[in-house]
């Protein structure tokens, strides 16, 4: 076990975490950045939508955020936390290979996961030819023809942001039944509908085949659709007492009702962006610095607002 007290344990090691380690480092503060190196965004390689860094590849990101942070009183370990709970008035923080933290706060950062429909072949093609976000992706197969796959999540709104970037659209229903308005906005929008089944999507050179049940198929230069996600909060379990750390913070600066946890990146109140994370991480990073400043200076800095209204 690690006998020093750090100021903050970070969990997560992506954009959010590493701007809150660099602005909890820039403030003098002892961090443990905790990361398991399995980050939600790794399957696309590279960082679109961050100034300075568009088109980086989001380990060379990684690496170069981490040596800038050598300059700080930061330190990291490449570990999974198992739990995450309070102990009288600090935090401690458990890990599967290096044992437990204990530290005075504890900034959770560590995403969510993505949920893939159950589509044959759909996981192979993940972050190479089928997508989520436009606005990371699309740039890049401009101008050719997208299928957008509505099967389990509707994505009609996803497909007339499309049109931005390509003339043709086609949505694929899977067989499940549209409703009507979901119908009426893919028709304002000009999105035809394919309602068979899917059966499989194939690798091909300009993007993805798709297989429909009746063994017809058809090529595209991308396919795009929402995800449901999952909250990565197993460690937090026995202290959250909620589904998501949403539903506790109680301020933009990433507080949450829990005495000492703040919340940043992805599981916290922003869109699921690199750029809108980091930012998340930095604004809890000044929230957990003020927050310690009056801890030890009691009457030195105003109170922070009261906590938001249960939802």
């Known amino acids: 076990m690690d006998a020093q007290l750090y100021d903050t344990v970070i969990v997560g090691g992506g954009p959010a975490g590493l701007n809150g380690a660099l602005y909890l480092g820039r403030s003098r503060r002892r961090v443990l950045l905790i990361d398991s190196g399995d980050a939600r965004n790794m399957a696309a390689g590279v960082m679109h939508n961050v100034l300075t860094n568009d088109g980086a590849s989001i380990a060379d990101f ?4 981490r040596a800038q942070l050598a300059d700080y009183d930061v330190t990291f370990r490449d570990d999974e936390v198992v739990s995450a709970e309070p102990d009288g008035d600090r935090v401690a923080v458990t890990t599967k290979e290096s044992g437990t933290f204990h530290a005075r706060t504890l900034l959770y950062a560590a995403g969510v ?3 893939l429909p159950p589509v044959r072949g759909l996981a192979e093609l993940w972050g190479r030819s089928v997508f989520e976000c436009p606005y990371c992706h699309a740039w890049e197969v401009r101008e050719r ?3 957008v796959y509505g099967g389990n999540e509707p994505s009609e709104c996803l497909a007339a942001t499309l049109t931005v970037w390509s003339d043709e659209i086609t949505y ?3 067989g499940r039944r549209l409703p009507q308005d979901e119908k009426d906005r893919l028709v304002a929008a000009g999105v035809p509908v394919i309602t068979d089944g899917v059966s499989e999507l194939k690798p091909h050179p300009e993007g ?3 297989v429909f049940e009746d063994g017809r198929t058809g090529r595209y230069g991308a396919l795009f659709l929402h995800l ?3 909250p990565r909060v197993a460690p937090l379990r026995p202290w959250l007492h909620a589904p998501d750390l949403v539903s506790v913070q109680t301020d933009d600066r990433g507080r949450t009702s ?3 946890l703040y919340v940043a990146g992805d599981l916290g109140r922003n ?3 690199a750029a809108m994370a980091a930012a998340s991480g930095g604004l809890a990073g000044m929230a957990i610095n003020a927050d310690l400043i009056r801890e030890d200076r009691p009457g030195s800095l105003p109170e922070p607002p009261p906590p938001a209204p249960a939802r």
Request: glycine share 4%; no cysteine; charged share 30%.
């Open 172 to 174: 694929l229903s899977d």
């Open 258 to 260: 829990l005495p000492r």
């Open 228 to 230: 449901e996600t999952e």
């Open 145 to 147: 023809g997208f299928a």
């Open 62 to 65: 990684r690496a170069r955020a």
């Open 271 to 273: 869109m699921q962006q």
């Open 113 to 115: 996961r993505s949920v």
């Open 208 to 210: 993805v085949e798709v």
